[in-house]
Antibody
Framework: QVQLVQSGTEVRKPGASVKVSCKASGFSFTAHFVHWVRQAPGQGLEWMGWINTNTGDTDYAQKFQGRVTMASDRSINTADMELSRLSSDDTAVYYC????????????????????WGQGTVVTVSS | DIQMTHSPSSLSASVGDRVTITCRASQAISTYLNWYQQKPGEAPKLLIYAASSLYTGVPSRFSGSGSGTEFTLTITSLQPEDFATYYCQQSYRSPYTFGQGTKMEIK
């Protein structure tokens, strides 16, 4: 079935880096951008950036510029997100999400929305 | 960045109630507005895209409306499984910001 499956729980010390993987199945991987969203404990959703899985182009939220790297490997239908120089503020659940293109009946145009999400990866940063 | 603001931030309602959540954008975003539902320990799920289009498999008691800067999500006849947190998200321009969410609790 159409799904994104993420790698498992990670624990890191402050200053370290973490890489989270997101494996796609059931759909054409290169037809959809993959976005990354995180959620700190008890908080809302925070958009981090996207990767064009076909070209490798990326767009990162300014907050994470210089600290985040998103990559994809078309041969194994996997997108990765690496975050460096971790602090306790980076403790969160990290989600990958597919952008789907959906028909808007009223206008006949298409609209983008996060229609498939990974299950989330818990990243804990603690000394 | 485009700021998205929910109101209310939380609400209490009963099974069978009709509820409306509002999301306001800090600048006009046409109908580039999506709604998601999230339950504790789960990933968000898409409910509504393009402000008013119901995503596949979502019950018809959910509906969305609005354009420009003001949007609403309405749930008619609340069901027990609808008690969750709801987020709006704009897809007009990067960064694709979310609202802070509206937590719906059982009265």
């Amino acid at each position: 079935q159409v799904q994104l499956v993420q790698s498992g729980t990670e624990v890191r010390k402050p200053g370290a880096s973490v890489k989270v993987s997101c494996k796609a199945s059931g759909f054409s991987f290169t037809a959809h951008f993959v976005h990354w969203v995180r959620q700190a404990p008890g908080q809302g959703l925070e958009w981090m950036g996207w990767i064009n899985t076909n070209t490798g182009d990326t767009d990162y939220a300014q907050k994470f510029q210089g600290r985040v790297t998103m990559a994809s490997d078309r041969s194994i239908n996997t997108a990765d997100m690496e975050l460096s120089r971790l602090s306790s503020d980076d403790t969160a659940v990290y989600y990958c999400a597919r952008i789907g293109h959906h028909l808007v009946q009223v206008s006949g145009t298409t609209a983008d929305a996060f229609d498939i999400w990974g299950q989330g990866t818990v990243v804990t940063v603690s000394s | 960045d485009i700021q998205m603001t929910h109101s209310p931030s939380s609400l209490s309602a009963s099974v069978g109630d009709r509820v409306t959540i509002t999301c306001r954008a800090s600048q006009a975003i046409s109908t580039y507005l999506n709604w998601y539902q999230q339950k504790p320990g789960e990933a968000p799920k898409l409910l509504i895209y393009a402000a008013s289009s119901l995503y596949t498999g979502v019950p018809s008691r959910f509906s969305g409306s609005g354009s420009g800067t003001e949007f609403t999500l309405t749930i008619t006849s609340l069901q027990p499984e609808d008690f969750a947190t709801y987020y709006c998200q704009q897809s007009y321009r990067s960064p694709y910001t979310f609202g802070q969410g509206t937590k719906m609790e059982i009265k």
